[in-house]
């Protein structure tokens, strides 16, 4: 079973930075994709960012020029960097991996937006 471990999360200013963790307990490189979703209540989980074994890059529209994914296959994680946050970046963020076995999710970080 693969387990996907977040972290990273937390409260922030408008304007601030955060960077989430996503560290995976196999080989990363076993993954078709890995990127990062979010979630705000009462709306559906919404793409964020993703990158593919070969290292192609999509970015949700409200992500581009702000975040960033990298993959570091060394520590076997995914990080996502997050800069000019603003409220309405609220949400909790999971990492998602998908394998040939099928999706596997993360528990989910909260990042809150706040002045």
């Known amino acids: 079973q693969v387990q996907l471990v977040e972290s990273g999360g937390g409260s922030v200013q408008p304007g601030g930075s955060l960077i989430l963790s996503c560290r995976a307990s196999?080989?990363?490189?076993?993954?078709?994709?890995m990127g990062w979703y979010r979630q705000v209540p009462g709306k559906q989980r919404e793409l964020v960012a993703t990158?593919?074994?070969?290292?192609?890059?999509n970015y949700a529209d409200f992500a581009k020029g702000r975040f960033t994914i990298i993959r570091d296959a060394a520590k076997d994680t995914v990080y996502l960097h997050m800069n000019s946050l603003q409220a309405e970046d609220t949400a909790v963020y999971y990492c998602?991996?998908?394998?040939?076995?099928?999706?596997?999710w993360g528990q989910g970080t909260q990042v809150t937006v706040s002045s």
């Open positions: 998602n991996a998908q394998h040939p076995q099928g999706p596997f």
């Open positions: 990158i593919t074994q070969l290292g192609s890059l």
């Open positions: 196999t080989n990363i490189f076993s993954f078709i994709t």
